[in-house]
């Protein structure tokens, strides 16, 4: 997938989740952005003020079929804020009249655009299953670029970007790609539990 390109943009920051957090507990805005060891601690634990924490995700030329794949995760359309009649992917459209190609000869591998709006706890969510070894190669390295692209931006919230064995600490999967009986399973484990290590005081 040479052609392939992704783009992730933040829409919303930081300073959000950490208001929303301090909203619940009865406690005033602050309107900055949080300490590295809170961002850790909310992604970890998952508390609802991480659905504010939004995105928009490029990914620019990839098989249909994996678009497919990634789209087939109802998280989007759960876990957004704001209200929505409908899922918050956008896919580059195949109609004919709009390419002037014969969709019903296109192959399952023609190239797409996908756009999702997503938020922290989705990424969460479609990581679990989009980086584990029983997703296809091809979907696991669209994915995984994802992943990457985030971590540029947002190097925390790639932290936790977790396939399902690393995020439970074991596999529930029968068909198990036996990566839990590795040295670097043991090691990711550990690193993804470190995260939420909070520093004495």
């Not at 900055?32 to 030329?61: A, C, G, Y």
């Not at 195949?94 to 002037?100: A, F, K, L, N």
């Not at 000869?105 to 990581?127: E, F, G, W």
């Not at 091809?138 to 396939?163: C, L, Y």
């Given at each position: 997938?040479?052609?392939?390109?992704?783009?992730?943009?933040?829409?919303?920051?930081?300073?959000?989740?950490?208001?929303?957090?301090?909203?619940?507990?009865?406690?005033?805005?602050?309107?900055k952005?949080?300490?590295?060891?809170?961002?850790?601690?909310?992604?970890?634990?998952?508390?609802?003020?991480?659905?504010?924490?939004?995105?928009?995700?490029?990914?620019?030329?990839?098989?249909?079929?994996?678009?497919?794949?990634?789209?087939?995760?109802?998280?989007?359309?759960?876990?957004?804020?704001?209200?929505?009649?409908?899922?918050?992917?956008?896919?580059?459209?195949?109609?004919?009249?709009?390419?002037?190609?014969?969709?019903?000869?296109l192959?399952?591998?023609?190239?797409?655009?996908?756009?999702?709006?997503?938020?922290?706890?989705?990424?969460?969510?479609?990581s679990?299953?989009?980086?584990?070894?029983?997703?296809?190669?091809?979907?696991?390295?669209?994915?995984?670029?994802?992943?990457?692209?985030?971590?540029?931006?947002?190097?925390?919230?790639?932290?936790?970007?977790?396939?399902?064995?690393?995020?439970?600490?074991?596999?529930?999967?029968?068909?198990?790609?036996?990566?839990?009986?590795?040295?670097?399973?043991?090691?990711?484990?550990?690193?993804?539990?470190?995260?939420?290590i909070?520093?004495?005081?």
């Amino acid at each position: 997938m040479e052609q392939m390109e992704i783009i992730v943009t933040k829409v919303t920051d930081w300073d959000l989740v950490l208001d929303l957090a301090r909203l619940t507990v009865n406690k005033n805005r602050l309107n900055k952005n949080p300490s590295e060891d809170f961002k850790k601690s909310i992604l970890i634990s998952e508390h609802s003020p991480i659905r504010s924490l939004q995105f928009v995700i490029e990914m620019k030329n990839i098989p249909s079929w994996v678009s497919q794949h990634i789209a087939r995760h109802d998280a989007f359309a759960n876990h957004t804020v704001r209200e929505s009649n409908g899922d918050s992917h956008f896919v580059g459209t195949s109609r004919t009249d709009r390419t002037g190609i014969d969709r019903n000869k296109l192959p399952q591998d023609a190239l797409v655009n996908h756009t999702i709006y997503c938020n922290a706890q989705d990424l969460i969510t479609i990581s679990r299953k989009r980086l584990c070894s029983c997703a296809s190669k091809e979907t696991r390295e669209v994915w995984q670029k994802v992943k990457e692209a985030i971590a540029k931006i947002e190097p925390t919230m790639a932290s936790v970007m977790v396939r399902e064995c690393v995020y439970r600490g074991f596999c529930p999967e029968k068909s198990c790609c036996m990566y839990i009986n590795t040295t670097k399973f043991s090691e990711e484990v550990e690193n993804y539990h470190n995260l939420n290590i909070i520093p004495s005081k």
